[in-house]
């Protein structure tokens, strides 16, 4: 992968995009492909993604690749889909490690084939020095089975004796979610069309921005991140308070 450095980034600049990549199935279809083919093609616009977001500068991507409701697609193209992260894993680290991505997942991955497991831990070691851009991969994960976990954990220590209900916090909340050491997302782009989250950091987009493009995975490439840019610097983020 070949990187052309970043331009400076000014305050605006977004510093966490999570991508909800949509539109694989459809992209396929309309090609008179199968679904699987068009899974295949989305791995395109992942990497086009990657390389675009280092090159822009942007410090956080968070991508959906595989949701905890994705098991209920049929078993060939779950199948396929665990086939091709595998691939991805096994056939990108290298140039991963070497763009400075560091890598890390999001989900609950215990619940996924071993030797998938094996492969992200491994690309989550040996990226971890790195610091240009953090891709974070969204696999097996349901945000409503996230808040479910921190609400156990947090509940286990109150049993103990170690937490009082009053002193549970939203930052101790945060603290449980799997994304503790990622900053909330600035920007939450689906493609395909769909207007709807699919259980997708549901805590954590309190005060996202949204973009909903109709532009199917496959063919989302940097033209769109840099589109998606420009929607996003015209937008006035308030927090709830009054614009300066
Ligand atoms: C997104 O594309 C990929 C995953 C959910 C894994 P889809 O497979 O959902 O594509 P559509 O929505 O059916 O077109
Ligand atoms: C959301 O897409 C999950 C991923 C992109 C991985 P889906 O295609 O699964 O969402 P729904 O079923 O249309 O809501
Ligand atoms: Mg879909």
Redesign the pocket.
């Known amino acids: 992968m070949e990187i052309v450095p970043s331009s400076k980034l000014v305050p605006e600049d977004p510093a966490h995009i999570a991508i909800i ?9 309309k090609r008179s492909l199968s ?1 699987l083919k ?2 295949e093609h ?1 791995a395109t616009a992942v990497r086009e993604t990657v390389k675009g977001c280092l090159e822009l500068g942007i410090p956080y991507l968070t991508l ?4 905890s409701e ?1 098991w209920k ?1 049929p078993e060939e ?1 779950v199948n396929h ?1 665990m086939g091709l992260f595998k691939f991805f894993f096994k056939k990108e680290l290298k140039e991963l490690k070497k763009a400075g991505v560091r890598v890390r997942f999001i989900g609950d991955m215990a619940g996924l084939p071993l030797d998938i497991q094996e492969l992200a831990s491994l690309a989550v070691e040996e990226t971890a020095g790195n610091a240009a851009l953090v891709l974070t991969i969204a696999l097996n994960y349901g945000s409503q089975a996230e808040i479910t976990k921190a609400v156990q954990e947090i509940a286990v220590k109150v049993k103990s004796g170690e937490v009082c209900p009053e002193d549970i916090t939203e930052d101790m909340i945060n603290r449980h979610l799997y994304t503790c050491d990622l900053p909330d997302p600035d920007l939450i782009i689906r493609t ?1 069309g ?1 207007q709807r989250l699919s259980n997708f950091l549901l805590w954590q987009c309190a005060y996202s921005e949204f973009l909903f493009l109709d532009v ?2 496959p063919d989302f490439d940097k033209s769109c991140l840099e589109k998606a840019l420009e929607d996003f610097y015209g937008r006035n983020r308030r927090f709830g308070a009054v614009s300066a």
Do not use: K, P, Y
């Not at 990549?21 to 279809?29: E, I, V």
């Not at 959906?64 to 949701?67: D, Q």
């Open positions: 990549m949509d539109g694989n199935g459809r992209w396929a279809t679904r068009g899974h989305g959906f690749a595989f949701s994705n697609r193209e889909l395909s769909e199917l995975w």
